[in-house]
């Protein structure tokens, strides 16, 4: 999509937007349907710590398409520290659009 890209206006449990800065430690995210995006960050600062972020487990049927499930982490134009994270059947991990993303010590499995 464009600058923004197809999640713009979309669901998420957290949004930081406007120069925000936002700290998300020890936390725990289910995506599903009507979350399409974990965390979504717009011109922000954002860091997250020891989270757990999963999707549907195998065999649910809130979402027929596993292809209509959301990302985990949604970046524009952003500056994001993610460390020490688990994401667990996500469609996307981490998505950085005009970002500057630093990643260390986190687990992505099973995501597509």
Request: with cysteine; glycine share 10%.
């Amino acid at each position: 999509g464009e600058e923004g890209g197809d999640n713009a206006g979309s669901k998420s449990s957290i949004s930081a937007q406007s120069s925000s800065k936002v700290t998300i430690e020890n936390c725990e995210f289910s995506l599903d349907r009507m979350t399409v995006t974990a965390v979504r960050s717009e011109s922000s600062d954002l860091t997250m710590s020891g989270s757990y972020l999963h999707g549907l487990e195998v065999g649910e049927d809130s979402v027929e398409d596993e292809s209509e499930a959301g990302g985990a982490l949604h970046l524009l134009n952003s500056v994001a520290k993610i460390e020490n994270n688990y994401f667990y059947r996500v469609e996307l991990g981490a998505h950085a659009f005009k970002s500057d993303l630093t990643c260390s010590g986190n687990l992505f499995y099973s995501c597509s």
